[in-house]
């Protein structure tokens, strides 16, 4: 998987498919909940984890937001509520939106851990291997050794020579200076 920058939003972590038996009749999924576990600190990296809901396709979309949550650090519940009235599996996709400072390099991961069906918790695993990898964004200093760092006019994001980003490095940037 590819990195994560600061200040992204909907940065995919992990997919959950549920899978609905026939004869089952109808079920309401209200909560899933999950943990920050691989996380390198989950505090100050993540702003908030999204839940959307993607029906029958494994493919990813931001179309349908199940729920969300402020701030998850440890065990965290998503709340929403979605209902299965055919057999298949049916997929769900966790997303961290990152702060703007995180710290490079951390690590981004979770479990899922359960999801109440009907009204009944349901406990199982989901820990698929991998994670993702915070890396900041690689600031090159368009004034050389001469500018004012705080200036959004003397940096840029593709090289010493690039056009200016309008922006200025962060506590945890990367930076280029020639």
Known sequence: RSGVAPGSTNNRILRVGLTIAGGCGSLTASSLQFATTGCTSPATDITNAKLYYTG??????????????????????????????????????????????????????????????????????????????????????????????ASTGNWSLTSNSGSSCNCIPSANSIVSIT
């Not at 991961?109 to 999801?115: C, Q, R």
């Open 56 to 149: 029958t396709s494994p493919t990813f979309s931001s179309a349908n937001l199940f729920g969300t949550t402020n701030s998850p650090n440890g065990t965290f519940t998503i709340n929403g509520t979605r209902t299965f009235t055919q057999p298949g599996t049916y997929y769900f996709w966790l997303t961290y939106d990152i702060t703007i400072n995180p710290g490079n390099g951390n690590l981004l991961d979770a479990v899922a851990s359960g999801i109440t069906l009907s009204g009944n918790f349901n406990a199982f695993t989901g820990n698929p291997t991998g994670n993702r990898t915070i890396v900041a964004l690689t600031f090159y200093s368009i004034a050389g050794g001469n500018g004012n760092w």
